[in-house]
């Protein structure tokens, strides 16, 4: 029987498989964040040959997990979830402030605000003590999450799974590629997803950066590609 505080969306009170499933509500492609309309620089990547099928696929979502956003994120997702549990608005404030530093394209800037302002609308209307204020996405998870008591590292392989998902998504539509193969990515880069959650579990800021350079250029040069079908 399911736990009467659970029920209740009580603060704190998901554990277990109930948090699995709230996780798995929170990123599933279907919670109107608006994720399957950004390509986070993949659209431009397609349309200058960059990326032309499932390995050079593979290897850009890759890097774009261990060397670009999706580790800066996790690592602000990590650390986010510490201030919000221990209630520290400046170190909390400071993570969301830096979160929108690091956007390197103003595509990339859009992309993680509206992902995070749509994620916070929705989620606070459903679970009120998740707060609804905007946020830079990853920060607007950590408040949540905080705010529900989740597991930080079940929170972050999720969280990952779904950048790299998003991405692989994008991919099929745009290279294209077969569906088949498109699970076939995305579950070659599953350990690398547990590997970065766990890694990010302990991570400092001082720790956060990378070198996605091609990605960064791909973001800005979208701004002004003539013919898109993404946001970014």
Same mark, same amino acid.
């Given at each position: 029987?399911?736990?009467?505080?659970?029920?209740? *969306?009580?603060?704190?009170?998901?554990? *277990?498989?109930?948090?699995? &499933?709230? @996780?798995?509500?929170?990123?599933?492609?279907?919670?109107?964040v608006?994720?399957?309309?950004?390509?986070?620089?993949?659209?431009?990547?397609v349309?200058?040959?960059?990326?032309?099928? $499932?390995?050079?696929?593979?290897?850009w979502?890759? *890097?774009?997990?261990? %060397?670009?956003?999706?580790?800066?994120?996790?690592v602000? &997702?990590?650390?986010?979830?510490?201030?919000? %549990?221990?209630?520290d608005?400046?170190?909390?404030?400071g &993570?969301a402030?830096?979160?929108?530093?690091?956007?390197?394209? $103003?595509?990339?800037?859009?992309?993680t605000?509206?992902?995070?302002?749509?994620?916070? $609308?929705?989620? #606070?209307?459903v679970?009120?003590e998740? #707060?609804?204020?905007?946020?830079?996405?990853?920060?607007?998870?950590?408040?949540?999450?905080?705010?529900?008591?989740?597991?930080?590292?079940?929170?972050? #392989?999720?969280? @990952?799974?779904?950048?790299?998902?998003?991405?692989?998504?994008?991919?099929?539509? &745009?290279?294209? +590629? *077969? %569906?088949?193969?498109?699970?076939?990515?995305?579950?070659? +880069? +599953?350990?690398?997803?547990?590997?970065?959650?766990?890694?990010?579990?302990?991570?400092?800021?001082?720790?956060?950066?990378?070198?996605?350079? +091609?990605a960064?250029?791909?973001?800005?040069?979208?701004?002004? %590609?003539?013919?898109?079908?993404?946001?970014?």
């Amino acid at each position: 029987m399911t736990d009467p505080k659970i029920a209740a *969306g009580a603060p704190g009170a998901a554990g *277990g498989a109930e948090a699995a &499933l709230v @996780l798995a509500t929170w990123f599933s492609p279907s919670y109107p964040v608006g994720a399957y309309s950004y390509s986070h620089g993949l659209e431009w990547a397609v349309e200058s040959g960059a990326v032309t099928g $499932r390995a050079t696929a593979e290897t850009w979502v890759r *890097g774009c997990l261990a %060397q670009g956003a999706g580790w800066t994120d996790a690592v602000l &997702l990590a650390r986010g979830m510490d201030a919000a %549990q221990a209630g520290d608005d400046a170190p909390f404030d400071g &993570l969301a402030a830096l979160a929108e530093a690091l956007a390197p394209a $103003r595509e990339r800037h859009l992309e993680t605000m509206a992902q995070g302002a749509a994620f916070a $609308r929705v989620t #606070g209307a459903v679970w009120p003590e998740a #707060g609804s204020a905007p946020l830079a996405y990853p920060l607007a998870v950590a408040r949540a999450a905080a705010a529900r008591g989740l597991p930080p590292r079940l929170v972050l #392989g999720f969280f @990952l799974h779904g950048f790299a998902a998003n991405l692989v998504s994008a991919a099929v539509r &745009l290279v294209p +590629l *077969g %569906q088949t193969d498109g699970q076939r990515i995305l579950a070659a +880069l +599953l350990p690398l997803c547990e590997e970065l959650a766990e890694r990010a579990l302990s991570a400092g800021e001082e720790e956060i950066g990378g070198c996605t350079l +091609l990605a960064d250029i791909a973001a800005m040069r979208h701004e002004t %590609q003539y013919s898109r079908l993404f946001r970014s």
